[in-house]
């Protein structure tokens, strides 16, 4: 059964601080892999897109990284501001007969002053 | 661009009452979707469409039915509203499956 499961459930750093947030999926085949952020009553925006043969993604402050050995990602943020105060939510792509997305629940994140 | 809008933003409804959630997107997009999203749970796709004129249900798709006459539109129709079906309900779009999808801002449905 397609899964992703995501860790913590959530998260509270002060501002100026890193942070990584954790992604464990089991969909096979695989096609890519998503990150999400989600600002409260807003819908979900695009932080980064990896496929098969890519281990690191940046976007900005945000760096994505994907082990597909071991079916593993990682968001790590640098230097959080207020503004990433977020729900994170990843999501997996499979591939061939298995085209389908699969979500994560998401990982709440507040960034405190 | 607008990207994809949603309307209307908020919704009361009685059980039993029918309505419809507009979407529409300006990118062009063929590939257009419906999810729920409810608290404790990650987005579930309702229905989806990978262009005008086709469509197909996704993983909660009871109680609800969608069309596609054009590119840009992808309206979600609620047959006879539940309790069950408060929610907060996104449309997205995106090029084609699996691009990178578009979310619309969400419409929060409350059905009493």
């Known amino acids: 059964k397609n899964q992703v499961e995501q860790s913590p459930q959530s998260l509270i750093i002060l501002e100026g601080k890193n942070c990584t947030l954790q992604?464990?999926?089991?969909?096979?085949?695989?096609?890519?892999l998503r990150w999400y952020k989600q600002d409260t009553g807003r819908g979900p925006v695009s932080l980064t897109i990896m496929t098969f043969s890519e281990n690191t993604k940046s976007n900005g402050r945000y760096t994505a990284t994907l082990d597909a050995d071991t079916k593993q990602s990682s968001l790590h943020i640098t230097a959080s501001q207020l503004s990433d105060s977020a729900s994170y939510i990843c999501?997996?792509?499979?591939?061939?007969?298995?085209?389908?997305?699969?979500f994560g629940k998401g990982i709440t994140l507040s960034v405190r002053p | 661009n607008a990207g994809v809008t949603q309307t209307p933003k908020f919704q009361v409804l009685k059980t039993g009452q029918s309505m419809t959630l507009q979407c529409a997107q300006d990118?062009?997009?063929?590939?257009m979707s419906w999810y729920r999203q409810d608290p404790g749970m990650g987005l579930r796709l309702i229905h989806y469409s990978v262009g005008a004129g086709i469509t197909d249900q996704g993983e909660v798709p009871n109680g609800y039915n969608v069309s596609r006459s054009t590119t840009e539109d992808f309206p979600l129709r609620l047959l006879s509203a539940a309790p069950s079906q408060t929610s907060v309900y996104f449309c997205?779009?995106?090029?084609?499956?699996?691009?990178?999808?578009?979310f619309g801002p969400g419409t929060r449905l409350t059905v009493l």
């Open positions: 992604c464990n999926y089991t969909v096979s085949p695989f096609s890519n």
């Open positions: 997205a779009s995106s090029y084609s499956f699996p691009r990178e999808q578009f």
């Open positions: 990118m062009n997009h063929e590939y």
């Open positions: 999501v997996v792509s499979g591939g061939g007969a298995n085209s389908k997305l699969t």
